[in-house]
C-alpha cells in the first residue's frame, strides 16, 4: 500500500520511521509548506525533493497513492480528510480528530458516504498495560466493576509558543483523548455522561484551565473518576496515567508500568499478583498494522472514526460541563445536534 504522509513536524517523522518498518506501507509523497520541516526531513531520512508539495491536492495529482497519514493540527483535518477521501483514499489520522465536534462527525460521515476506511491513532491503548488489564477484566477475575479512578499529573506541553500554552482547556482537548479512550477500552463501556470542573494553578504555564476533576457514568452504572494536572511539577504518574478499577472480588491497579490485582479470599489474607497477557504489535507500529490488515481484508478497524467519536464525545462534553458550572451533559446530547 502506498501513502501519502501530510504534515512532516517533529511528530510525523516518527510515522516515517513507522511506515519504514512495515513492509506493506510505502510512504511515496510528503505534503509539507514549511521549507525547514521538509529540510530536516530530507536530511534524516534521505528524501528526494521531488516527493514534496505543499498542498495535497498537488501530490494527489502527481502520484497514485492508497492512502494518506494526516499528522497536521486538527484544525486542518476535516478539509484533509474529505480531500483524500474525494480522492478514493483511506486514512489515518492522528487525534484528536478535530478540534470541533460536529467536524469529527461530518469527517466521519465523509469516510462513510465515501466507503473508505478512517481510523484515528490512538496509540495509547496499544500498550501492554491497557491490553492486559481488558482480558484479566474480561475474565472476571474482580468480578463486574463498578467503580473506576485514574489520574494523570504531568509536567506536561511547557515549551513556549506551541498552541498548547495558548489554547483553552488544554489538557482536556488535546491529552484526555488519550486517558478518555483508554478508559472506554479498558472498562468495555459506552459514556452516557460527564461532570467536570476545571481550574488554572497559579504556577501553571498554559493560558487555558490544566488541572480538572471529571465525572463519567458509563453504561450499567459504572462511575468513573479522572482527575488531571497538566503543570505538576512534584510526582508524575505515567504517561498512561495511575489507573484503579474495583469489582465485588478485588481491584485491578496500574503500578508504574505493572498491573496488579487484590483479591480479598474469604478465610484468607489478601491475594496480590502481578500479571501480564501477550499484547502483540504494540504502539505505533500495531496501529499501522491494524490500519493496513482492516483495509486488506475490508472490515472496520479498531479506533475506527465511528468509534473514536464515543471518545471524543468525552472531551466536549466535558469542556462543555466546565462552561456550565460542572453540570453534567448528556453524551447522546451531543450526538443529536446537527452537523
Not at 294 to 322: H, M, T, W, Y
Request: hydrophobic share 40%; charged share 25%; net charge negative.
Amino acid at each position: 500500500m502506498k501513502g501519502i504522509l501530510v504534515g512532516v513536524g517533529g511528530r510525523a517523522r516518527s510515522w516515517i520511521e513507522t511506515c519504514n518498518r512495515h513492509p506493506e506501507a510505502e510512504l511515496i509523497a510528503f505534503v509539507e509548506p514549511v521549507e525547514k520541516n521538509r529540510q530536516a526531513a530530507q536530511e534524516k531520512y534521505g528524501l528526494r525533493d521531488d516527493q514534496f508539495y505543499d498542498k495535497l491536492d498537488d501530490a494527489l495529482d502527481a502520484v497514485s497513492a492508497d492512502f494518506a497519514l494526516d499528522v497536521t493540527p486538527p484544525a486542518a483535518h476535516e478539509e484533509i480528510a474529505t480531500t483524500a477521501f474525494r480522492a478514493g483514499l483511506h486514512v489515518l489520522q492522528e487525534k484528536p480528530m478535530s478540534d470541533e465536534f460536529a467536524a469529527a462527525r461530518r469527517i466521519v460521515d465523509a469516510a462513510e458516504k465515501a466507503d473508505k476506511t478512517l481510523m484515528i491513532t490512538q496509540n495509547y491503548r496499544y500498550s501492554s498495560q491497557p491490553r492486559t488489564t481488558r482480558q484479566v477484566l474480561d475474565e472476571g477475575i474482580i468480578g463486574v466493576p463498578e467503580l473506576a479512578d485514574m489520574g494523570f499529573y504531568m509536567e506536561w506541553a511547557r515549551a513556549p509558543g506551541t498552541h498548547y500554552t495558548t489554547m483553552a482547556y488544554p489538557l482536556v482537548k488535546d491529552m484526555g483523548i488519550h486517558h478518555f479512550d483508554l478508559l472506554r477500552y479498558v472498562l468495555g463501556r459506552e459514556p452516557k455522561s460527564v461532570r467536570c470542573v476545571t481550574w488554572r494553578p497559579s504556577w501553571a504555564w498554559h493560558a487555558g484551565d490544566d488541572a480538572h476533576n471529571l465525572l463519567i457514568e458509563f453504561e450499567g452504572g459504572l462511575m468513573a473518576t479522572h482527575h488531571a494536572n497538566g503543570c505538576s511539577v512534584g510526582k508524575h504518574s505515567i504517561w498512561n496515567g495511575d489507573l484503579r478499577v474495583e469489582g465485588p472480588k478485588g481491584s485491578i491497579t496500574w503500578e508504574g508500568g505493572k498491573v496488579v490485582y487484590t483479591l480479598r479470599v474469604p478465610g484468607q489474607d489478601r491475594v496480590q499478583e502481578e500479571v501480564e497477557r501477550p499484547a502483540g504489535v504494540t504502539g505505533q507500529d500495531g496501529l499501522l498494522a491494524e490500519f493496513v490488515s482492516a483495509i486488506q481484508e475490508g472490515r472496520e478497524p479498531e479506533c475506527s472514526g465511528p468509534d473514536n467519536l464515543k471518545s471524543l464525545a468525552i472531551v466536549f462534553a466535558a469542556v462543555e460541563s466546565a462552561e456550565n458550572g460542572g453540570r453534567p451533559v448528556e453524551i447522546a446530547d451531543l450526538f443529536s445536534r446537527p452537523f
